[in-house]
Each structure stands twice: as structure tokens, then as C-alpha cells.
């Protein structure tokens, strides 16, 4: 079984290498973004609204990055897959690979606020460890969502219909944390609330991985 | 009589009879004094049972897609076919989401009276105040929409049954964080556990309770009733779908 993750998550990755085109294209559109809203907001920057728009990149880069996952595999390729692997072993694989991609660009896409749009915080490592906990249940998430999509006819509206309503009350938690991140005790959130709200994200991504892993065999069977 | 009938009067009449009940005493029954409810703590008999209602559906909705899953297993011998089941699952979904609709509807009502009584009927905010408790109640909604809307996008009736299924324990498993934890978790205006203690007055008090609780168990068995009736009506619509589909092939 993990040999079997291995060696899915090294083709994700050797592909990702193969085309470059695709991560080189999320980091354009974070740093694009960042300058609009740099742009936009020069002179009235206030730290709620830096949030919101972090999370709202965020959202926009996950459902890029991760609509990959499922959605543009030919039909041939994922019969070919599937007749190596396990389905639990191709989701997992699926599942790591997205949480990575999106750990990774939502580091690069926090640097690129710190440093072009000046943002500070009173605690980046709080930051960091909300955007690691969002990173791991949006892809928890979108993984599965994307998965149902692909089964369908309209995949790129449906995916955007099924994903924003279950992953905003996920992202109305993120916000919460970040404000605890970035504004400290001023934001009226204290260390043992920012705890439970780390406990509650790290509960749902369990859950959500869970009941995925169990569901995904059927979802992908013809 | 047979037993099943038996038990179906019987269930409905008591429905009938409690909901009755409710309806009179729920409006004309001494409350005690609250100072921020008033006469408007009456709506918690409707308001309430209207979302228990929608978490017994959505429990029945999970049981029956769980059951489609459990259909494609080979070795077991079921009653109905993986298509019956999923038509139970999808009647009970789209109930819920009436009881949905009732929920948010009876909640914007109260929000006027209790959070917006300062402002004009004709300003939204004084119907909708972005609490998290009612936000989270609106993406519960949208969750549903994209239930049906994913059931609307597939050809083959085999494939929509167990993908839809798939959805819909997904759902099930974000609807229950999103209704009972996320919201109390975040700052708002529902009575929470910080917040309820006066909540929880009224519903240590006599008069309350005799009301409350009868609103709920006749709330949940009109919810199974309409249910019942709907289930019934889309089995009834599928035979004839397959006969007439039959008819058409034999035709050919």
C-alpha cells in the first residue's frame, strides 16, 4: 500500500516536473493577484482585509490547482491506473499530492503578502501552522469533490457549485485563526480558543478523509 | 386491520393531534418574561423542531444512500434495488430542504423581532444578520442544491444512484459540523453555551417544556408523514417510468 502511494505520488510529481507549465502558472496568477491587491488597497490597508483576501487567493488557487487532479485525466489513463492501484491508494496519493501543491502555495502566496503587499504579523508561526491546517482539509475537501465532478457531464460548474458550499464554513474557522495570527490578542481570540479551532480543523480533515476513503472506491467504478 | 395501517393511522392522527396542540398552545400559553424575547420566545416551538426536522430527514436521506452503496454488493439478497433506494434517498433530501427553507424562513422572522427591531422592514439587514449560526444554516442549504444539481447531471440512472449516494454521505458528514460546531465556536448572536443561560431558563421551566417538547415529536412525525407520502408517489412514478420504457423497447 505505500509502496503503491510512493510510487503514485512520483508520478504526480514527475508529471508536474513534465509540465511546467501548470505550477509555473499558479505562481504567476498568486503573484498577478497579490499586485492587484496591493494595487487596490494602497493606503487603506487594514489587516482584516489582507485576511480575507489571503483566504479568498487561497480558495481560488485550490480549486485551480486541485481541479486538476481528477478532471484532467483522460479516461483512458485513470482505467489504466486503477487496474494497478487500489482506490484508497490513488486518493491518498491524490490527497497528499493536493495538500502539498497547496502547502506549498500558500507559503509562497504568504511571503508574496508579507513582502510586496508589507503585511505584518505578531506571529508568523501561527500563521503558518493555520495555512498547513487549511491546506490539509481544503485539499481534503476538493479532493473528494473533484472526484464526484469528474464522474459528471458539466464537471467544471458542478465542481465549483459542490466545493465553495462545503468549504466556507472551513474557511470562516481559517479566518477566525488567522486573525488570532496576525492581529494577536487585539483580534479578542485567545491561545486556548486558537487551540480548539486547531483541534476542530484537524477533526474535520480526519473526518473528511475518512469517509472519503470509504466512498471513493464507489465513486470511481463504473 | 392490518398491523402497518394500524401503525400509519395511528402515527398520523398523533401528528395531527400534537401539531394541533402546538398551534394552540404554543400561541396562547403564559411564557415567563424574557426581557430580549418577549412574546417572540413563542417561535422556538417552530423555529427548533423546523431544523430537527431537517437533521431526522438528512439522518433518513445518509440511511437510504448508505443502503444504495450497500445494494452493489452481490452476495446479498435486498428488497428493493439500488434505484428504489436511491428514489427514498432523494425524497427525503428534497423534504428536508422544504424544512430547510421553513427553518431559515421562521429564523428571519425571529431575527426581526429579536436583532433587527431598530431598523426598517425594508432594510435586509433587519431580516439577515450574517451570524454565524444563520450563515452556516445558508450554506446547508446550498450543500442540498448541489445535491440535486449533481443528480441532474448524469445520463445513466445507475451511475447518478451511486455518485449521488457518495455526495450525500459526504454532505451528511459537513452538515453536522456545520450546524452543531462550527457556529458555536465562532462569535454570534444565537444563544450558544457561553451565551444560553437564559435559554436555558426557559427551558428548565414547566410551562416551556409542555409545550416544546410535543412541538418537536409532532414536527418529526409530520416530517416522516410528508416523507412517507413522497417516497411512496417516486416509487410509484419509477414502475411506471420502467414500464413505459419497456413498452417503448418491445415496440422497437
Redesign the interface.
Known amino acids: 500500500m505505500l509502496q503503491t502511494i510512493r510510487h503514485l505520488l512520483y508520478k504526480e510529481f514527475l508529471l508536474e516536473w513534465k509540465q511546467k507549465y501548470a505550477f509555473n502558472g499558479l505562481l504567476l496568477y498568486v503573484l498577478s493577484m497579490v499586485v492587484v491587491i496591493s494595487l487596490a488597497f494602497i493606503g487603506k490597508w487594514q489587516k482584516p482585509i489582507w485576511i480575507i483576501m489571503y483566504w479568498l487567493l487561497m480558495l481560488f488557487i485550490a480549486i485551480n490547482a486541485v481541479a486538476k487532479s481528477f478532471l484532467n485525466e483522460r479516461q483512458g489513463q485513470h482505467l489504466y491506473t486503477y487496474t494497478l492501484a487500489s482506490p484508497q491508494a490513488v486518493f491518498l496519493a491524490k490527497l497528499i499530492y493536493n495538500f502539498l501543491l497547496l502547502s506549498v502555495m500558500g507559503t509562497l502566496s504568504l511571503w508574496a503578502f508579507a513582502f510586496l503587499a508589507g503585511m505584518d504579523m505578531v506571529s508568523p508561526g501561527w500563521m503558518s501552522l493555520t495555512v498547513i491546517l487549511g491546506a490539509l482539509v481544503i485539499s481534503a475537501?476538493l479532493t473528494?469533490?473533484t472526484a464526484?465532478a469528474a464522474?459528471?457531464?458539466?464537471r467544471n460548474t458542478?465542481l465549483a457549485?459542490?466545493s465553495?458550499?462545503?468549504i466556507?464554513?472551513v474557511l470562516?474557522?481559517l479566518i477566525?485563526l488567522s486573525r488570532f495570527a496576525v492581529e494577536g490578542r487585539a483580534s479578542?481570540i485567545n491561545t486556548a480558543?486558537a487551540y480548539?479551532?486547531v483541534y476542530?480543523l484537524l477533526g474535520?480533515g480526519t473526518?473528511?478523509t475518512g469517509?472519503?476513503l470509504i466512498?471513493?472506491p464507489?465513486?470511481w467504478?463504473? | 386491520m392490518k398491523r402497518e395501517s394500524a401503525i400509519s393511522i395511528g402515527y398520523k392522527s398523533l401528528a395531527v393531534l400534537l401539531l394541533l396542540y402546538t398551534l394552540i398552545f404554543g400561541l396562547t400559553n403564559e411564557l415567563p418574561y424574557q426581557a430580549i424575547w418577549e412574546q417572540s420566545a413563542r417561535n422556538f416551538f417552530f423555529h427548533v423542531p423546523n431544523w430537527t426536522v431537517l437533521i431526522v430527514l438528512m439522518g433518513i436521506s445518509l440511511v437510504q444512500s448508505l443502503r444504495v452503496?450497500r445494494s452493489?454488493d452481490p452476495d446479498l439478497k435486498l428488497k428493493r434495488t439500488s434505484l428504489e433506494l436511491d428514489v427514498m434517498a432523494v425524497e427525503a433530501a428534497k423534504v428536508g430542504i422544504m424544512f430547510c427553507i421553513a427553518g431559515l424562513v421562521s429564523g428571519m422572522i425571529w431575527a426581526r423581532v429579536t436583532w433587527g427591531s431598530n431598523l426598517p422592514a425594508s432594510d435586509f439587514a433587519a431580516w439577515w444578520n450574517w451570524d454565524?449560526k444563520q450563515?452556516?444554516a445558508l450554506?446547508?442549504f446550498?450543500?442540498y442544491?448541489?445535491y440535486f444539481?449533481?443528480r441532474t447531471?448524469?445520463?445513466d440512472p445507475e451511475?447518478r444512484a451511486?455518485?449521488a449516494?457518495?455526495?450525500n454521505?459526504?454532505?451528511f458528514?459537513?452538515l453536522i459540523?456545520?450546524l452543531f460546531?462550527?457556529p458555536d465556536?465562532?462569535?454570534g448572536l444565537h444563544p450558544t453555551a457561553e451565551q444560553g443561560s437564559q435559554l436555558v431558563q426557559l427551558k428548565v421551566d414547566a410551562t416551556f417544556t409542555t409545550v416544546f417538547f410535543p412541538a418537536m415529536i409532532g414536527f418529526i412525525l409530520l416530517g416522516y408523514w410528508i416523507y412517507e407520502v413522497r417516497y411512496r408517489m417516486g416509487l410509484v412514478q419509477y414502475r411506471l417510468d420502467e414500464i413505459e420504457a419497456e413498452r417503448a423497447y418491445n415496440e422497437v
Do not use: H, W
Not at chain 1, 151 to 154: F, L, S, V, Y
Open positions: 475537501n473528494m469533490v464526484i464522474r459528471a457531464e458539466n458542478l457549485v459542490l465553495f458550499p462545503l466556507v464554513p470562516l474557522i477566525d479578542g480558543t480548539d479551532q476542530l474535520l473526518i473528511l469517509v472519503s466512498l471513493f464507489f465513486v467504478r463504473e | 452503496l452493489y454565524p450563515t452556516c450554506i446547508a446550498f450543500i442544491l448541489g444539481l449533481l447531471s448524469f445520463a451511475q451511486k455518485v449516494a457518495a455526495y454521505i459526504f454532505a458528514a459537513t459540523p456545520l460546531i462550527i465556536r465562532l462569535p
